[in-house]
């Protein structure tokens, strides 16, 4: 039987659980937070939610970090960035496995992802860029790979926080073409950063940033005041094709081709199931670490670098996760 460990069951770390007991091998689950009154939580979603293949799994609530036993199979470590490292440090200590799920954003600066690649040497290092493993995601891959090179693409967002879900974009395309991030460019960015809506303590920015890719095109992720859109619109010389991710529609010039919605994360541990029950031919669903490297660094260096200037501090990590 697999073991695999969730460290942080925080609302993502609860979906990863439940994402992990829809896998149809039986696996031991553990589970592990400072706050141990998220179990509870956590406990109420899995009792409620009734598609669970619950009988056929254990469930270990643990006590302490150390409490897991110590030959694992996978490490998902979903806290927040800002003890993301610290955590990983630790584990590395306590356990041995070869595999790794971290979930973005992976650390708060580029100085810190060094590290972080430093300690998981010679290990399988995942980011859950899990936008990826979406239907949707492959459907429009399918087509946008049998096209020429788009004029412009842009991303209408607003719907979700841009500094968070900007990581998942990026990875998006890069996926989509191929590519790789070459320059991030800020100055569209507000001078203005806000409170996290939904991530306490921490911050986020609205504006317009553009990633430039190896291939010579570029995104724009637009983020400005009043934009409540979630929309990916790629031109052509010929016609456009959009992408609606808040209701699935997608389009190629006005005609809509498909409706496929996004799914909720605890919709797919099936998906997921190559590199949670250990299938190498299929391990490649989710980026390593070492693929998101390059792009992971300039954009945290960019927005280090805009909020510096937007703010008037010398912080070496930025308020984000």
Not at 32 to 50: A, E
Not at 92 to 105: D, H
Not at 269 to 295: C, F, H, M, Q, R
Not at 314 to 319: A, L, R, T, Y
């Amino acid at each position: 039987m697999k073991s695999i460990l969730v460290v942080g069951i925080g609302n993502f770390g609860a979906w990863w659980v439940l994402s992990l007991s829809k896998i149809k091998s039986p696996i031991k689950i553990y589970c592990f937070d400072t706050d141990q009154l998220k179990y509870n939580v956590l406990k109420k979603r899995l009792d409620n939610d009734k598609s669970l293949a619950l009988t056929q799994h254990k469930f270990f609530f643990i006590n302490s970090i150390s409490d897991a036993q110590k030959n694992l199979d996978v490490i998902v470590v979903s806290t927040n960035a800002d003890i993301r490292l610290k955590i990983v440090q630790e584990l590395r200590q306590l356990y041995s496995t070869k595999n790794w799920i971290i979930e973005k954003v992976i650390v708060q600066s580029s100085d810190q992802l060094k590290t972080l690649i430093d300690c998981l040497h010679n290990q399988n290092v995942y980011v859950n860029h899990s936008r990826r493993l979406q239907p949707s995601t492959n459907f429009c891959k399918a087509i946008l790979r049998s096209k020429p090179l788009p004029i412009r693409v842009r991303y209408l967002g607003g719907c979700w926080e841009l500094i968070s879900n900007s990581f998942h974009f990026v990875d998006m395309f890069s996926y989509w073409f191929a590519t790789e991030l070459v320059k991030i460019d800020t100055e569209g960015l507000y001078n203005r950063w806000h409170q996290s809506s939904v991530r306490h303590g921490f911050f986020d920015v609205r504006g317009i940033l553009k990633a430039h890719f190896h291939n010579e095109i570029q995104l724009e992720m637009d983020w400005s005041d009043g934009n409540k859109d979630a929309t990916w619109i790629f031109e052509y010389a010929d016609g456009e094709f959009k992408y609606n991710e808040t209701t699935g529609e997608i389009f190629k010039d006005g005609i809509l081709l498909a409706i496929v919605p996004l799914l909720n994360f605890s919709e797919m541990g099936a998906l997921l199931e190559p590199i949670l029950i250990g299938d190498k031919k299929n391990s490649n669903i989710l980026p390593l670490l070492t693929d998101v490297y390059k792009g992971t660094s300039l954009m945290l260096d960019a927005y280090l670098s805009h909020w510096k200037h937007s703010t008037n501090t010398q912080d070496k990590v930025i308020p984000i996760s």
